[in-house]
């Protein structure tokens, strides 16, 4: 969907350099995205290249896709960061990519609906910035590309639907990172049921206490608020509570515009 160089605006990572590739494409749903033209994977599909004029037409293979790294990152000093949509649903295509990417870390960012996918990219990524969702803020719908390429290679596993399945894929995730050098991100906004997140916490906590979990303050859209301050507090202190290592950091290149 787009190559671009900018700064990490989320995560462990806020503030580093790196390359971008984002990826069409996500089964989920959450209230407060802010890719929603990543959702649906077009039939014509068209990626906004940084550096080149107009849109390139057609499907990016993972050689493409890393002579566009090294377009934009000729000495290599950038890591790279796979992101969407949900780039989990196309494993074929960051594990190739990875094979092209010589000593550049690869960095994922994923909503950990799909541990099996998740799990044979593991020896594949350098890092995992892993999204935990409270599941109010949550739909699935069907997700069934059409007209894909051969070569696109989807996901098989299923995205996660009902709150029980939720809980089971988030625990097999914590399992799979929690020695990795990963992180758990919890995006918070306002009037948020404290249970959801706290309901979060307490799994990190029980499954995953190495993680550091960054608090992730909304930006602003479609009408979900930032949270209040007193509301971010509260859910550091539960976090403190629980003995975890706790950041807030909002979107950076948000609050820098920057793309
Ligand atoms: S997983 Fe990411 S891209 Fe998909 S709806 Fe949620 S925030 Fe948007």
Same mark, same amino acid.
């Given at each position: 969907?787009?190559?671009?160089?900018? !700064?990490?605006?989320?995560?462990?990572?806020?503030?580093?350099?790196?390359?971008?590739?984002? @990826?069409?494409?996500?089964?989920?749903?959450?209230?407060?995205?802010?890719?929603?033209?990543?959702?649906?994977?077009? $039939?014509? /599909?068209?990626?906004? !290249?940084?550096?080149? %004029?107009?849109?390139?037409?057609?499907?990016?293979? /993972?050689?493409?896709?890393?002579?566009?790294?090294?377009?934009?990152? /000729?000495?290599?000093?950038?890591?790279?960061?796979?992101?969407?949509?949900?780039?989990?649903?196309?494993? $074929?295509?960051?594990?190739?990519?990875?094979?092209? =990417?010589?000593?550049?870390?690869?960095? +994922?960012?994923?909503?950990?609906?799909?541990?099996?996918?998740?799990?044979?990219?593991?020896?594949?990524?350098?890092?995992?910035?892993?999204? @935990?969702?409270?599941? $109010?803020?949550?739909?699935?719908?069907?997700?069934?590309?059409?007209?894909?390429?051969?070569?696109?290679?989807?996901?098989?596993?299923?995205? %996660?639907?009902?709150?029980?399945?939720?809980?089971?894929?988030?625990? +097999?995730?914590?399992?799979?990172?929690?020695?990795?050098?990963?992180?758990?991100?919890?995006? &918070?906004?306002?009037?948020?049921?404290?249970?959801?997140?706290?309901? =979060?916490?307490?799994?990190?906590?029980?499954?995953?206490?190495?993680?550091?979990?960054? @608090?992730?303050?909304?930006?602003?859209?479609?009408?979900?608020?930032?949270?209040?301050?007193?509301? &971010?507090?509260? @859910?550091?202190?539960?976090?403190?509570?629980?003995?975890?290592?706790?950041?807030?950091?909002?979107?950076?290149?948000?609050?820098?515009?920057? %793309?």
């Amino acid at each position: 969907m787009e190559v671009f160089a900018s !700064i990490q605006g989320e995560g462990a990572y806020v503030g580093e350099p790196q390359v971008f590739l984002r @990826l069409f494409g996500c089964s989920l749903r959450c209230t407060w995205c802010d890719t929603p033209n990543s959702w649906s994977v077009p $039939a014509a /599909p068209r990626a906004r !290249i940084a550096g080149l %004029p107009g849109r390139e037409d057609g499907w990016m293979r /993972p050689f493409e896709a890393a002579t566009h790294v090294s377009r934009l990152d /000729p000495q290599g000093l950038r890591s790279v960061s796979v992101t969407g949509g949900e780039p989990l649903l196309w494993p $074929a295509f960051v594990s190739e990519l990875r094979s092209l =990417l010589g000593g550049r870390r690869l960095h +994922l960012e994923t909503a950990g609906a799909h541990p099996r996918t998740l799990a044979s990219l593991m020896n594949a990524v350098d890092h995992v910035s892993l999204d @935990l969702k409270p599941f $109010a803020d949550l739909d699935a719908p069907e997700w069934s590309p059409e007209a894909l390429p051969p070569a696109a290679r989807p996901t098989s596993e299923s995205t %996660p639907r009902t709150r029980e399945e939720w809980a089971e894929v988030r625990a +097999l995730c914590l399992d799979l990172v929690r020695s990795a050098d990963a992180c758990a991100k919890i995006v &918070i906004a306002a009037n948020q049921e404290r249970a959801e997140i706290t309901t =979060l916490l307490d799994d990190v906590a029980a499954m995953a206490p190495e993680l550091t979990v960054i @608090l992730q303050p909304v930006t602003p859209v479609g009408g979900i608020e930032a949270p209040r301050p007193r509301e &971010i507090e509260a @859910l550091v202190d539960a976090a403190v509570q629980r003995r975890l290592r706790v950041r807030v950091v909002p979107q950076v290149h948000r609050a820098l515009r920057l %793309p």
